[in-house]
């Protein structure tokens, strides 16, 4: 893992990170409080959406909340065709939207390459000093599309926000049978009239997920229209799942 622009600002500390994964190249960017806590910090793995990157906007938003905020480190990679994987940098979302479309239909390997990216950004990750603590991971749409077979995949994991996404789709099959496999805490996100992922499906989903410990958040409005209190939400859902000290009495 080689890291660059190594900055703070606002109170956070910034670092963009580059890793090598056989002949991939694995783009990404770590959020963390300035100064390392006395024990090892908890960890989100946060992925970003079709058409977006490591840096849209509500992805950096959500990194900087969860180091400034609940003092736990983000960290967010390109999905496939997406941002520093692409030629232009990712600079035409749409380009890049439509690229991931067709490799989602015709790529059957492309979920198993980005759970072993995953994987290998979060060996990596919990290897620097000041990390080490529970880690989790938050991802919508795209996010879960290829964010829950890691989810299944990866034991480490022990908390997740994932939604936007329903039971349909050119891997379906693969979803249908890793959501029985997630069995860490689950925090679930829908939008009554989303575009994309029908809200059936999306029950379809969320009811297919293994873990008993499971909570849907509905709101209306279409796929792109989650409200900013359900980031907020999200965020203390998850530093709360990945804390380390007892529940007050």
């Known amino acids: 893992m080689r890291f660059s622009d190594d900055s703070v600002v606002g109170g956070v500390r910034h670092r963009?990170?580059?890793l090598a994964r056989g002949s991939r190249?694995?783009?990404?960017?770590?959020?963390?409080?300035p100064a390392e806590p006395p024990e090892p910090m908890g960890?989100?793995?946060?992925?970003?959406?079709a058409s977006g990157s490591k840096y849209q906007d509500y992805v950096r938003s959500l990194g900087r909340e969860l180091a400034s905020k609940h003092q736990l480190a983000a960290a967010a990679i390109d999905g496939?065709?997406?941002g520093d994987r692409r030629d232009d940098g990712?600079?035409?979302g749409q380009r890049a939207f439509l690229d991931f479309a067709m490799m989602w239909s015709s790529e059957p390997g492309m979920t198993e390459e980005m759970v072993a990216d995953w994987q290998a950004t979060l060996d990596a990750l919990l290897a620097l000093e000041g990390l080490g603590?529970?880690?989790g991971y938050w991802?919508?749409?795209m996010g879960t599309i290829l964010g829950l077979p890691f989810v299944a995949a990866e034991k480490r994991v022990s908390a997740a926000v994932l939604g936007l996404m329903g039971m349909t789709g050119p891997t379906t099959e693969r979803i249908r049978a890793d959501a029985p496999r997630v069995s860490c805490p689950v925090l679930f996100l829908l939008q009554w009239s989303d575009e994309l992922f029908s809200r059936q499906s999306g029950f379809e989903l969320f009811d297919a997920l293994g873990t008993p410990d499971k909570t849907l958040h509905a709101n209306t409005g279409g796929h792109g229209a989650v409200p900013s209190h359900e980031f907020a939400t999200s965020a203390s859902f998850l530093a709360r799942r990945l804390s380390r000290r007892p529940p007050a009495s």
């Open 25 to 33: 190249t694995v783009p990404g960017v770590l959020w963390s409080p």
């Open 133 to 135: 603590g529970p880690v």
């Open 43 to 49: 960890l989100v793995l946060i992925g970003h959406g």
């Open 80 to 82: 496939p065709t997406h």
């Open 139 to 141: 991802g919508l749409s």
């Open 90 to 92: 990712g600079r035409d």
């Open 16 to 18: 963009r990170f580059t």
